[in-house]
């Protein structure tokens, strides 16, 4: 039944999806998605075919309940506006963001391309986001039935010398409302936002928020980190990570390398999201695995479209796992299709629960 829904969707959706502009694409489904709220049968229709359950697939991490391990990653709802929605399409989690303590339009449209041979995304947005205040307001509103993260980031006008202030005052604002935080210190398209991932940068950063916030995060506070940092450097910023308390890690954010991509030429400037930042992403989970020996948990993310891509990042060792790019790609029912996927596979091994299979690669 299911490849017949998501037939549906290759055949007549997204080809009217994929003629309009990216980011004309995603206003209309936005629209459409309030629209079918107000009919009920179709958005029932919709939840029931969107969504898979079973109790294999229930996980807990730092302390959280995920109905599933697969969540909507960070970029998607960037105004906290689509959550409601979301939640009911099949996902174990919704990661809200990129959230700046002051509301800003982001760079000029067109700032985000297709590129379909490569089943891949190139965006410059930079954060566009009602802000931290506004946000809250949109959230607060709304009933919370799987877990939300909040992601928060720097405004592109705060001088990079008070970016604590600004980082500390989304966290404050919104922390109440979440279940876990993320730190973005990753996204390509905010001028000095990823000097943050140099080692004393870092430490600064994340010390300073930490004092403002009283010596402790109020939730569970992961770092998103970028595919394009050394093996080094990413092996350095963990042990960091883990000396500063922090509870998790995501991996990762777009890439700006230009030869990730096999099939096209890179001709826009921005992160590059889908299936040329998989493997990427794939090999620094399998590093960062190896450096923290389940300490703290990871989120996986980049360039998983299928059950195959999704299995390979929780075997090399992310407990949760996330989609954005492939959504876009293979439609609402992808959530359903790699659930169901990974479902099956524990069912086949006789496995019990999604986490006996972290980071089992190798048995
Ligand atoms: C259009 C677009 C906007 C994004 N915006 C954000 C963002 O605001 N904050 C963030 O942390 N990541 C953002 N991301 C990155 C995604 O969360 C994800 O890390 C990345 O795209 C890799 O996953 P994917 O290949 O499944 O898309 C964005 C990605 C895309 C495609």
Not at 19 to 44: C, G
Not at 60 to 69: A, D, L, Q, Y
Not at 251 to 278: A, D, F, H
Not at 325 to 345: A, H, N, R, S, V
């Amino acid at each position: 039944m299911i490849l017949f829904q998501s037939l549906f969707y290759e055949t007549f959706l997204k080809p009217i999806f994929f003629k309009l502009n990216p980011e004309n694409a995603h206003e209309f489904s936005k629209n459409l998605l309030q629209l079918a709220d107000n009919i009920p049968f179709f958005f029932q229709n919709l939840e029931k075919f969107s969504t898979y359950e079973s109790s294999r697939l229930k996980t807990k991490v730092s302390g959280i309940e995920f109905p599933n391990p697969l969540g909507m990653a960070a970029g998607f709802d960037k105004t906290g506006e689509l959550f409601p929605f979301l939640q009911r399409l099949g996902f174990g989690s919704i990661e809200v963001g990129t959230i700046t303590q002051f509301g800003q339009k982001g760079n000029p449209k067109p700032r985000i391309f297709r590129y379909e041979k490569e089943s891949a995304l190139v965006n410059r947005l930079g954060f566009n986001n009602p802000g931290a205040d506004k946000a809250f307001e949109t959230l607060s509103k709304q009933q919370k039935k799987i877990p939300r993260g909040i992601n928060v980031g720097k405004t592109k006008l705060t001088p990079i010398e008070n970016a604590i202030e600004d980082y500390t005052y989304s966290l404050k604002k919104i922390s109440p409302i979440s279940d876990y935080a993320v730190i973005n210190i990753s996204s390509p398209n905010t001028p000095g936002l990823r000097g943050f991932q140099e080692k004393d940068s870092f430490v600064s950063l994340i010390e300073g928020i930490k004092k403002s916030l009283g010596g402790n995060f109020p939730i569970p506070t992961f770092i998103k980190l970028a595919p394009d940092l050394e093996d080094s450097s990413i092996e350095e910023l963990l042990e960091i990570i883990l000396s500063l308390k922090l509870d998790g890690v995501v991996l990762t954010n777009t890439t700006i390398n230009p030869s990730s991509m096999k099939e096209s030429q890179l001709v826009e400037q921005g992160g590059i999201s889908g299936k040329p930042v998989r493997q990427r992403s794939l090999e620094i989970i399998r590093l960062a695995f190896k450096k923290l020996k389940n300490r703290i948990p990871i989120i996986g993310v980049g360039g998983i479209d299928s059950y195959e891509s999704a299995l390979e990042k929780i075997l090399a060792g992310a407990n949760l796992i996330q989609i954005y790019t492939g959504y876009i790609y293979k439609g609402p029912f992808l959530p359903y299709m790699i659930l169901e996927g990974l479902d099956k596979f524990l069912e086949e091994k006789k496995v019990n629960s999604i986490s006996e299979i972290v980071g089992k690669e190798n048995s």
